[in-house]
């Protein structure tokens, strides 16, 4: 069941005045991170990647690059520099644009990649009926620790049950999260495991 349209539209509000902020107060931090990247790996500074958002219609997020380019395991590609911003989370950080855009939402399913559409059963496509989010219900449970299919569980949950007092309560532990570093990668892995069909 979609959210009412004042809801909808107070969710949106709130999306555009945080992020509008957000990119404000953050930005001399993205300048500086910009360039460091620019410094270690070259460019393209952005890592950008067509990703399934709301009705699986089909948008470019955009994160921080973190690998180097070429071929070969992405535990090896992954830099130093690309290892401390996933570990606190400033990669995702260029995510406040597509939320600005509207995109995403500050709350919402995580946007995975393309070719796991097919994958999905008839429930798990039920986490598009929402924008996809840079944080949600599954990364506060423990993000990449989350089995896949807990955490489509946990999104379907997410669409269903979405009020506004939930997106506050998931923004806060959004904050320990961070803080706390929990889940962020699975032990001597670059990436998550892949879903696929079991």
Known sequence: MEPKPVQRAIKRALDIVVAAAGLVVISP????????????MGQPVLFRQQRPGLHEEPFTVYKFRTMRR?????????????????????????????????DMSLVGPRPLLVEYLDRYDSEQRRRHDMKPGITGLSQVAGRN?????????????YVDRWCLRLDLVILTRTVAMVLTRRGIAQPGRATRDRFGPS
Do not use: H, K, Y
């Open 70 to 102: 070429g071929q070969g395991d992405d535990a090896e590609r992954l830099t130093r520099l690309g290892r401390c911003l996933r570990a606190t989370s400033v990669d995702e950080l260029p995510q406040l644009w597509n939320v600005l855009r509207g």
């Open 145 to 157: 620790e989350v089995p896949w299919t807990r955490q489509f569980e946990l999104d379907v949950r």
């Open 29 to 40: 931090l993205l300048a500086v991170v910009a360039l460091a990247i620019l410094v270690t």
